[in-house]
């Protein structure tokens, strides 16, 4: 540090004074200049590699997230397409009352007709292997069929069910048939059945309308998401509602009407320092006093949204104020000098003026909370649940926790449609924050 | 009547209140006969106050309704059952209650009903349908009683805008303690469970034990799980996994933060800084997943191809991948200070001949370190407080160990984990879990108040 300072004195003295300076100070600046030469490729590298790290960084963390998606759309894209075995189903009248529909054994009319495809599979293990691989939900299906065209009835069907996941992964390749035998969930008897359907063109590729039409399930081929997604829309509602207004009141007590006292300074300090309290505190918090103290249900979106609007006041007020930092002081002083009150100058022109910005913020907000996961598994939001959840206060998962619960699950069918959730919860994610970037856009103004 | 149809009785009512505490004021101003001059305030706010007192004390007496209503309705329940359930234990009086809701719900219903739960399911459904029909009741007779009583006080004189405006800012006041109230809640219920626990296990054992495996015994004649909470453990494996965490971040974060706001040219950082800021807006529950599903076994098989031993679920991949995490949040808060350090003081450096990279180590770094400083700290809490990456990625065995291989623990899996599923609030394990959320609030709050203490310092030593 004392070198630098020195040799830019003598560099300065040097410049300054170009024409009449003695012979001896000249020989002297020169080789602090030659010093300064000196040095100077190496700080010129230095000066590259410096920049290079700089460049390196944003490329490795472009690279990290280019890794990510690509592994989730890699792992995932398959799982919109499922695997359809067509059977041949002879609607029996005599097995089949058109009075009692739901009493029909259904499933014994699957295994029929694919026992009629292979008959050469006389054992009860080996039709045991057989019958597995359609999906149990075929029977369901058949069912629905059934009811739907009762004027079928008597005739032979030609039905497309949903095969087994095992089936299915094999199919898309996730299975391969080079491993050994006692390697594989697939057997070789069963790739041999598989040859035959495909032969004469049983298996069929198609759109896996069931991902997003069905609720969990312990069976990958009829597990979809609606559940986990409607769950996710009535537990962001509830967010919604309660933390819009709340949090758009307390932005502008603090702004506009609040005294700057110890108050309002521990109001303030308060507020950013639940901005940066874990989420799974929040969690804690709902626990003990939403389900214990209060005793409200378990695993309700009420109870969720309450936990996450407590966790997302903090953003939305954050981001109010500064929407209402940002509205011009003359903006103010016009309201009152033309006679409108406080609240009148709040409410009919500081309000309108900074709405754009609140907005934006309730929407990243409303974004944090779609994708929090771990408050909610506290209050019980992680349990297993096949039905499609109607209201507020019906038992229920959300997203984020149905991609937990399926990224723990062993069968490789589950791996891929956990992808396929997170493809769907970032679709949802980025298009609230286009939206929140639209609308910034949009009303932006400069002043 | 339904909660739903009470409060959409209720909005009527309010919007109805509105139009008839308007039409008053206009009568009584042409009853007057000098037409609306006379009146103190425009008529809209003569409705408006007939409408706050229709709907405020309404609203304020069915949200305290419903937040108590189980629970009294339980007690009730409890004290109408025979003597003989009444003396069990808390815990089989727990299950008893469970019955009984179900059989409310008629979601499970046992195969044999005890005609006792039998009666005191049908008490239950009678003792909830009379409180939905008095809270009918008495919400739609205060909201018809305050747009009566508003009706009769409107006259010239009366300052509605004033009221009205009196009320809003109660309001206002009212929403702006619930940040007061929310820190109340979270340190109230972790502190009483916590101090529960600790008059289980003492203090000291909790803060210096070497040994953390939380399994009780659930009968006295058990073997082998006698229950050992000492934390440090578990406090080591957050910090291991941390520290990886901020290995990643910090640098990776700090230099693309100099990249961007020092060389980049305008064009260049539209697209960067957006694109980074995606890495901040992904769930932590899509990284657990990345870092359990591909970066996990990534790490084990590098690790298996030059011969050593990696854990699965190893303290590095949870570590490398939280690091990734919190890169943008590093960087977007030191590109705030470097842009705050004034442009004088670059200006001041280049002039004397430094490089561009000189200025910024040497004036620009020092200059904005107090501001990094901050950042870093928020940073290191957001890592300590992270849960999803690491009940996903870490392991659940609480080893003492440095080794970024080896399989650790973590305060929020171990919370996680103790509270997941079946609870009974009486057994040091579950009480643990607050007790480690109590911790993981003090060490994560105090971080933050040093932080936002130097970053604020820091901003008032150049404006």
Redesign the interface.
């Given at each position: 540090m004392n070198n630098h300072s020195r040799d830019n004195h003598a560099g300065r003295n040097n410049d300054a004074g170009k024409s009449h300076i003695s012979t001896s100070t000249k020989a002297a600046a020169a080789s602090t200049m030659d010093i300064v030469n000196q040095g100077l490729s190496r700080r010129y590298n230095a000066e590259k590699r410096f920049r290079l790290y700089g460049i390196c960084a944003i490329i490795l963390s472009m690279a990290f997230l280019a890794m990510l998606f690509i592994s989730i759309i890699g792992n995932g894209y398959t799982a919109f397409q499922q695997t359809f075995v067509k059977l041949d189903i002879f609607l029996d009248p005599e097995t089949i009352d058109a009075q009692s529909l739901q009493d029909v054994n259904y499933q014994a009319m699957v295994k029929q007709s694919l026992g009629a495809m292979f008959p050469e599979v006389k054992t009860r293990a080996q039709k045991r292997e057989l019958y597995g691989m359609v999906s149990t939900g075929a029977a369901f299906q058949l069912q629905d069929f059934v009811r739907k065209n009762q004027q079928m009835i008597g005739s032979v069907i030609q039905l497309w069910v949903p095969a087994d996941d095992d089936v299915d992964m094999l199919i898309k390749g996730h299975i391969s048939r080079d491993v050994p035998e006692t390697e594989r969930r697939i057997k070789d008897v069963h790739l041999s059945w598989i040859d035959r359907l495909q032969e004469q063109e049983r298996i069929q590729k198609r759109f896996n309308t069931t991902f997003f039409t069905a609720g969990d399930s312990r069976e990958p081929e009829l597990a979809g998401i609606l559940g986990a997604v409607s769950g996710s829309f009535y537990t962001l509602i509830i967010t919604l509602v309660l933390s819009f207004p709340i949090g758009v009141a307390t932005a502008v007590y603090l702004e506009e009407f609040a005294p700057k006292n110890r108050w309002t300074d521990i109001i303030e300090v308060n507020i950013n320092n639940l901005a940066a309290v874990p989420s799974i505190v929040y969690g804690l918090l709902g626990l003990a006093v939403f389900l214990n103290f209060f005793g409200l249900p378990r695993s309700v979106p009420l109870v969720g949204g309450f936990v996450l609007t407590l966790m997302t006041l903090p953003t939305i007020i954050i981001a109010g104020r500064a929407a209402l930092k940002s509205v011009p002081p003359s903006i103010r002083e016009a309201a009152l000098g033309v006679g409108a009150s406080k609240t009148q100058m709040v409410v009919h022109h500081v309000l309108p003026l900074a709405l754009p910005g609140m907005l934006t913020g309730t929407i990243i907000g409303m974004a944090q909370a779609l994708g929090e996961t771990a408050p909610l598994l506290m209050i019980g939001m992680v349990a297993f649940i096949v039905d499609i959840p109607g209201g507020f206060t019906d038992p229920s998962t959300v997203l984020p926790v149905q991609i937990f619960l399926w990224a723990d699950s062993p069968e490789r069918a589950f791996l891929e449609r956990t992808s396929a959730a997170i493809m769907v919860l970032l679709a949802f994610l980025v298009t609230m924050n286009a939206v929140a970037v639209f609308l910034r856009k949009k009303f932006e103004r400069r002043w | 009547m339904s909660s739903s149809n009470l409060l959409l009785v209720l909005l009527m009512l309010t919007v109805s209140g509105y139009f008839l505490g308007r039409r008053r004021a206009v009568a009584v101003a042409v009853a007057g006969g000098r037409n609306q001059q006379i009146l103190h305030s425009r008529p809209t706010y003569y409705g408006a106050l007939a409408a706050l007192w229709c709907a405020f004390p309404a609203l304020v007496i069915f949200s305290f309704w419903h937040?108590?209503e189980?629970?009294v309705i339980?007690q009730l329940v409890i004290a109408g059952l025979p003597p003989d359930m009444q003396a069990m234990p808390a815990d089989r009086l727990g299950l008893v209650i469970n019955d009984i809701k179900n059989l409310v719900g008629a979601n499970i219903v046992p195969q044999k009903i005890h005609p006792a739960i039998q009666s005191a399911a049908d008490h239950y459904t009678q003792l909830t349908a009379i409180s939905h029909a008095t809270l009918a009741v008495i919400a739609t007779a205060i909201a018809i009683a305050g747009i009566l009583w508003v009706q009769k006080i409107i006259s010239p004189e009366l300052r509605a805008?004033n009221h009205?405006?009196t009320m809003?800012?109660y309001?206002?006041?009212a929403?702006?303690?619930?940040?007061?109230f929310?820190?109340i809640?979270?340190v109230l219920?972790?502190l009483?469970?916590a101090i529960r626990f600790f008059k289980i296990v003492p203090l000291h054992e909790f803060v210096f034990g070497l040994k953390w495996s939380p399994q009780m015994a659930i009968r006295a004649d058990q073997v082998g799980s006698s229950g050992a909470f000492g934390a440090v453990p578990v406090f080591m494996g957050t910090m291991l996994i941390s520290a990886i965490a901020m290995c990643v971040a910090v640098?990776?974060?700090?230099?693309?933060a100099?990249?961007?706001s020092e060389?980049a040219d305008k064009r260049f950082r539209a697209v960067?800084k957006p694109?980074?800021e995606?890495?901040a807006?992904?769930?932590?529950?899509?990284?657990?997943?990345?870092a359990?599903?591909?970066v996990a076994p990534m790490i084990r098989n590098a690790g298996v191809s030059i011969g050593l031993d990696v854990s699965s679920e190893s303290a590095l991949a949870a570590g490398l991948v939280m690091g990734?995490m919190i890169?943008?949040f590093v960087?977007s808060l030191s590109d705030d200070v470097i842009n705050a350090v004034p442009q004088s003081l670059r200006d001041g450096a280049l002039g004397?001949?430094s490089?561009?990279?000189?200025t910024?180590?040497l004036v620009v770094l020092p200059a904005a370190l107090p501001g990094i400083v901050g950042g870093v700290l928020?940073a290191v809490?957001?890592a300590?407080?992270?849960?999803?990456i690491v009940?996903?990625a870490a392991g659940l065995a609480a080893n003492l160990t440095v080794n970024p291989l080896n399989t650790v623990t973590t305060v929020?899996v171990q919370?996680?984990t103790l509270?997941?599923g079946d609870q009974e609030?009486d057994s040091p394990k579950t009480l643990a879990?607050?007790a480690l959320?109590l911790m993981?609030?003090v060490i994560?709050?105090i971080l933050?108040?040093i932080a936002?203490v130097v970053v604020r310092k820091y901003r008032e030593q150049y404006e």
């Open positions: - | 937040l108590f189980s629970s339980t805008r009205v405006e809003i800012k309001m206002l006041v929403c702006s303690t619930i940040a007061i929310t820190t809640g979270i219920s972790v009483y469970e640098p990776i974060g700090l230099m693309s100099i990249y961007l060389y960067a694109l980074l995606i890495l807006g992904i769930p932590t529950v899509v990284y657990g997943f990345f359990a599903l591909v990734i890169i943008p960087s004397l001949g490089t561009h990279s000189e910024i180590r928020l809490s957001r300590i407080g992270e849960t999803m009940v996903m929020t919370i996680v509270l997941v609030f879990a607050f959320g993981l609030f994560t709050l933050n108040v936002l």
